[in-house]
């Protein structure tokens, strides 16, 4: 009996690392935070997520379970440390081995990091009591397999916790590899949430142009709503 030939098409996992590949070549300056626009872009979403922290009445963050769902190279595990989380509640989830490689180097060996496919990641159920996903979703083009990752962050939560998200809101007419999350859709990933959402980051094109004039004025303009290019959500599990 013959064998069916193995399907040639990449798995959804497998084209959602091509893109990150793609994306990540040349953009090592991007994103450094030598660079102006990627600073301030970095401390406003801090400076939101404490804000966060704070209204929710997480104040002593030594005691909270953290997933963070394609944690790269470990960039924002590192400020969650520094804002007092504990290594041994931190985890981490990467699909990329190379970025992988790099956040195990950097990151305590008591902060646990995993590498592949969220969907099925060894997260145990109702054990979290947040999950962050940033600049995630607008990389997967596959709804479907969007949902997936979305329902495997909701099982995770305990009732009560809730999923933090940072992403693009519109589409990036420059890249065809990202596709933007706004409210909307991201309400439809979590039906069942209470969806706290607000704008942020002033649109990296513009920001990186201003930036190279006066870092001052990307602080002004990121004060105009339509300017700005990111949601960050939290989205709250019922509790039931």
């Known amino acids: 009996m013959t064998q069916p030939a193995p399907d040639p098409r990449p798995t959804d996992a497998e084209a959602m690392a091509a893109r990150y590949a793609r994306r990540a070549t040349?953009?090592?300056?991007r994103y450094s935070l030598l660079d102006a626009a990627a600073l301030r872009e970095r401390q406003g979403r801090q400076r939101a997520l404490v804000r966060l922290l704070r209204r929710h009445g997480h104040t002593d963050l030594s005691s909270l379970?953290?997933?963070e769902l394609g944690?790269?190279?470990?960039?924002?595990?590192?400020?969650?440390?520094?804002?007092g989380f504990a290594p041994r509640h931190l985890h981490?989830?990467?699909l990329l081995p190379d970025r992988h490689a790099v956040a195990r180097q950097r990151l305590p060996e008591a902060l646990s990091l995993w590498l592949g496919d969220a969907s099925i990641a060894p997260v145990a159920p109702r054990s979290q009591d947040l999950v962050l996903v940033s600049t995630v979703f607008s990389s997967v083009l596959d709804g479907a397999f969007q949902q997936r990752l979305a329902d495997a962050t909701?099982?995770?939560l305990k009732p009560g916790?809730?999923?933090i998200v940072y992403d693009f809101r519109i589409d990036?007419?420059?890249?065809?590899?990202?596709?933007?999350?706004?409210?909307r859709r991201l309400r439809s990933l979590y039906p069942e949430g209470r969806a706290e959402i607000a704008s942020l980051t002033l649109?990296?094109?513009?920001?990186?142009?201003?930036?190279?004039?006066?870092?001052?004025?990307?602080?002004?303009?990121?004060?105009?709503?339509?300017?700005?290019?990111?949601?960050?959500?939290?989205?709250?599990?019922p509790l039931r």
């Open 26 to 29: 040349g953009s090592a300056d």
């Open 65 to 67: 379970m953290l997933t």
């Open 71 to 83: 944690c790269g190279h470990g960039a924002n595990l590192l400020e969650l440390l520094q804002l």
């Open 92 to 94: 981490g989830i990467e």
């Open 154 to 156: 909701w099982r995770w």
């Open 161 to 163: 916790g809730a999923v």
């Open 172 to 183: 990036n007419p420059r890249n065809a590899d990202v596709r933007g999350v706004p409210a």
């Open 203 to 237: 649109a990296p094109p513009l920001a990186r142009a201003v930036g190279r004039l006066h870092p001052g004025l990307i602080d002004a303009l990121v004060l105009l709503p339509p300017l700005r290019t990111h949601l960050l959500a939290w989205v709250v599990k």
